[in-house]
């Protein structure tokens, strides 16, 4: 499951403006989305995973981006439903479990490089551990995976801090969860996330197309942001 926000300019990236405007961060994002999408769907048919992919949407699945990814990337929609991320993911999980699925991943959408063998790996972890983190560089998570619904995992968590990953291998920890984790990434919220990952871009382009980690949208994106940060200092 894909939990996405819709590409609003002022509603996304809000950490990155200033110095990014509301209409770039918005475009970065819907990169970072449709590159979400489009490397679940490359790691479900590269990696031969038998997975179906659903798309948790914000703040409604009825948006017209939204409808038209459903239509083009073959994935289904829900809602994200709760006043905070905890309450939404519980919901999510929920939702799919209700549905007969033995094994639920979220995933961000702010991790556009993520190696395809992540999404193996996860799936594989979850076959002997309960709960399987990715943990991200700034204290947070960018994947965790299910196996039944564990609702005290996204109680009483200070989300958008660097306390998340800490707090939530705790609970983990005392609810006797069998726990594994991935291996780290960076995902992308402020700005030196952003340099970083315009600088990997740089590197990622001088590999051989096969081998590239960014799409050629996102590549194209981060260049074109890179050059306006420049000229803005």
Same mark, same amino acid.
């Given at each position: 499951?894909?939990?996405?926000?819709?590409?609003?300019?002022?509603?996304?990236?809000?950490? $990155?403006?200033?110095?990014?405007?509301?209409?770039?961060?918005?475009? #970065?994002? /819907?990169?970072?989305? @449709?590159?979400? &999408?489009? %490397?679940?769907?490359?790691?479900?048919?590269?990696?031969?995973?038998?997975?179906?992919?659903?798309?948790?949407?914000?703040?409604?699945?009825?948006?017209?981006?939204?409808?038209?990814?459903?239509?083009?990337?073959?994935?289904?929609?829900?809602?994200?439903?709760?006043?905070?991320?905890?309450?939404?993911?519980?919901?999510?999980?929920?939702?799919?479990?209700?549905?007969?699925?033995?094994?639920?991943?979220?995933?961000?959408?702010?991790?556009?490089?993520?190696?395809?063998?992540?999404?193996?790996?996860?799936?594989? $972890?979850?076959?002997?551990?309960?709960?399987?983190?990715?943990?991200? #560089?700034? /204290?947070?998570?960018? @994947?965790?995976? &299910?196996? %039944?619904?564990?609702?005290?995992?996204?109680?009483?968590?200070?989300?958008?801090?660097?306390?998340?990953?800490?707090?939530?291998?705790?609970?983990?920890?005392?609810?006797?969860?069998?726990?594994?984790?991935?291996?780290?990434?960076?995902?992308?919220?402020?700005?030196?996330?952003?340099?970083?990952?315009?600088?990997?871009?740089?590197?990622?382009?001088?590999?051989?197309?096969?081998?590239?980690?960014?799409?050629?949208?996102?590549?194209?994106?981060?260049?074109?942001?890179?050059?306006?940060?420049?000229?803005?200092?």
């Amino acid at each position: 499951m894909i939990f996405a926000k819709a590409p609003v300019p002022g509603q996304v990236k809000t950490r $990155l403006s200033p110095p990014l405007t509301p209409d770039e961060a918005a475009t #970065l994002h /819907g990169s970072f989305v @449709l590159d979400t &999408l489009e %490397r679940t769907k490359l790691a479900a048919s590269k990696l031969k995973l038998p997975i179906d992919r659903y798309l948790a949407c914000a703040p409604s699945s009825t948006l017209v981006f939204f409808q038209i990814m459903e239509e083009r990337q073959s994935v289904k929609l829900i809602d994200q439903v709760g006043d905070d991320l905890g309450t939404r993911m519980r919901q999510a999980f929920d939702s799919l479990f209700v549905k007969g699925y033995q094994r639920v991943l979220i995933v961000g959408t702010d991790v556009p490089s993520l190696p395809l063998e992540h999404y193996q790996q996860a799936l594989a $972890l979850l076959e002997t551990n309960d709960l399987v983190l990715g943990p991200a #560089l700034d /204290g947070g998570y960018y @994947l965790i995976g &299910l196996k %039944r619904p564990v609702p005290e995992l996204f109680a009483d968590i200070p989300w958008s801090t660097d306390r998340v990953l800490a707090l939530t291998l705790e609970k983990a920890t005392a609810l006797g969860l069998k726990t594994a984790c991935l291996p780290e990434w960076r995902d992308v919220d402020t700005i030196d996330d952003l340099q970083a990952l315009i600088e990997a871009s740089l590197l990622d382009a001088k590999k051989p197309k096969n081998e590239q980690a960014f799409s050629s949208r996102t590549a194209g994106a981060l260049q074109f942001i890179g050059k306006k940060l420049r000229s803005r200092v």
